[in-house]
């Protein structure tokens, strides 16, 4: 019997967009003989549809103007375990793969909707949501795992506006210019700045406030971006992918760079020494299990140019677009996009 398999896209997140190319891409790589999938949009404004149109109307966005929409519910009600519509009826789902980004997605909002449905579903439990969205509290538990980290000061941004002087002077002096500014829960580099002159920080952290009150200000390191994909649960297996390397062809990885720029290179392997490497897959799997993490996450770091690998930010939804590095790094491992969608949605169920 096929697994009945409820696929999640959209959501109220400033990575909407992300999502639905992500959750394309998932689609268009299962193997479909295996699974009975039920596609459920979330807008932008948080309103749920059972969506029934093909995967270019996820992709280009058009899917939220087709006719044939019926809103439905992932019901918190256990003896539901599915989605439930306006004239009562349910639909049992096996399991869901909720391919969302960003904040209310990712961040354990909707893993405690999926928690209290009592349906399993692949990725992290809520607490390593709300751990590793929060790239403040990330660092915590990187710092007591003794990972290397660049050097950071966390705030808010009211407290840094309301003396701007004084803040931006003991920024320059304790992490030195560049200065990467940026909120400490969103994603896709949404809010991010490279500050090169003290005079701009002001700016970057008002810019990182309209979608966080907590911002990060960090050292900029110069060197390569290196991202290493892994799999599994924390306190049983984990699989580290192979490492790769990102060249963005902007000034940093911005937005833009990430997904419209075809410009941006991505090296698989990742040009960096072979003890280099496996030292990020390394620490990719100790912060995998310092997080409990579950599923999936993908840990990015810098390879610095006087040759130090230093960790940055770990993301449990990682990209699942045609061009991301989560599943290129796992095929480029001898695991192919629709195998490792097999093995998240298996993981899922041992949940
Ligand atoms: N400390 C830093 N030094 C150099 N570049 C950085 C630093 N922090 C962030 N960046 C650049 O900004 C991009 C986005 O920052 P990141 O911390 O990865 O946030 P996001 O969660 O939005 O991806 C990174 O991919 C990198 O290009
Ligand atoms: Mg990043």
Same mark, same amino acid.
């Given at each position: 019997?096929?697994?009945?398999?409820?696929?999640?896209?959209?959501?109220?997140?400033?990575?909407?967009?992300?999502?639905?190319?992500?959750?394309?891409?998932?689609?268009? !790589?299962? =193997?479909?003989?295996?699974?009975?999938?039920?596609?459920?949009? $979330?807008?932008?404004?948080? @309103?749920?549809?059972?969506?029934?149109?093909?995967?270019?109307?996820?992709?280009?966005?058009?899917?939220?103007?087709?006719? +044939? +929409?019926?809103?439905?519910?992932?019901? %918190?009600?256990?003896? =539901?375990?599915?989605?439930?519509? +306006?004239?009562? !009826?349910?639909?049992?789902?096996?399991?869901?793969?909720?391919?969302? !980004?960003?904040?209310?997605?990712?961040?354990?909002?909707?893993?405690?909707?999926?928690?209290?449905?009592?349906?399993?579903?692949?990725?992290?439990?809520?607490?390593?949501? *709300? +751990?590793?969205?929060?790239?403040?509290?990330?660092?915590?538990?990187? @710092?007591?795992?003794?990972?290397?980290?660049?050097?950071?000061?966390?705030?808010?941004?009211?407290?840094?506006?309301?003396?701007?002087q004084t803040q931006t002077a003991r920024a320059v002096e304790t992490?030195?210019?560049?200065?990467?500014?940026?909120?400490?829960?969103?994603?896709?580099?949404?809010?991010?700045?490279?500050?090169?002159? *003290?005079?701009?920080?002001?700016?970057?952290?008002?810019?990182?406030?309209?979608?966080?009150?907590?911002? $990060?200000?960090?050292?900029?390191?110069?060197?390569? @971006? $290196?991202?290493?994909?892994?799999?599994?649960? *924390? !306190?049983?297996?984990?699989?580290t992918s192979i490492v790769g390397e990102i060249c963005p062809a902007q000034e940093f990885y911005t937005?833009?760079?990430?997904?419209?720029?075809?410009?941006?290179?991505?090296?698989?392997?990742?040009?960096?020494?072979?003890?280099?490497?496996?030292?990020?897959?390394?620490?990719? @799997?100790?912060?995998?299990?310092?997080?409990?993490?579950?599923?999936?996450?993908?840990?990015?770091?810098?390879?610095?140019?006087?040759?130090?690998?230093?960790?940055?930010?770990?993301?449990?939804? %990682?990209?699942?677009?045609? $061009?991301?590095?989560?599943?290129?790094?796992?095929?480029?491992?001898?695991?192919?996009?629709?195998?490792?969608?097999?093995?998240?949605?298996?993981?899922?169920?041992?949940?």
């Open positions: 019997m096929k697994v009945k398999l409820c696929i999640l896209f959209g959501g109220p997140s400033s990575e909407y967009e992300v999502s639905l190319r992500s959750a394309a891409s998932v689609l268009s !790589h299962l =193997h479909t003989e295996k699974y009975e999938v039920f596609t459920v949009g $979330i807008s932008r404004k948080g @309103e749920w549809f059972r969506f029934f149109g093909s995967y270019a109307q996820i992709e280009d966005g058009s899917w939220i103007e087709d006719p +044939n +929409n019926i809103p439905c519910v992932l019901s %918190p009600d256990t003896s =539901h375990h599915g989605l439930l519509f +306006n004239d009562g !009826h349910v639909e049992f789902i096996d399991v869901v793969f909720p391919v969302l !980004h960003g904040e209310n997605c990712e961040d354990g909002a909707m893993q405690g909707l999926l928690t209290l449905s009592g349906i399993p579903f692949v990725g992290c439990s809520v607490a390593a949501s *709300a +751990n590793t969205m929060d790239k403040a509290i990330t660092k915590t538990f990187a @710092e007591r795992a003794g990972i290397n980290q660049a050097k950071s000061i966390v705030c808010f941004a009211s407290d840094f506006l309301s003396d701007v992490l030195s210019l560049p200065i990467f500014v940026k909120p400490a829960r969103t994603g896709s580099s949404v809010g991010v700045s490279k500050v090169k002159r *003290a005079e701009d920080l002001e700016k970057a952290v008002m810019l990182a406030r309209q979608y966080d009150e907590k911002i $990060i200000l960090e050292s900029g390191i110069s060197g390569q @971006e $290196i991202e290493c994909a892994v799999l599994g649960d *924390a !306190h049983g297996e984990v699989i937005y833009s760079a990430k997904y419209d720029d075809e410009n941006s290179l991505l090296y698989i392997p990742a040009r960096i020494p072979q003890s280099a490497a496996q030292e990020v897959r390394t620490a990719a @799997e100790t912060i995998f299990r310092a997080m409990e993490c579950f599923g999936l996450s993908r840990c990015d770091f810098f390879f610095s140019s006087d040759g130090q690998v230093i960790f940055n930010e770990i993301n449990s939804i %990682p990209g699942f677009t045609s $061009i991301s590095m989560y599943p290129q790094l796992f095929d480029a491992s001898g695991l192919p996009y629709a195998d490792l969608i097999d093995r998240l949605i298996e993981l899922a169920g041992k949940r």
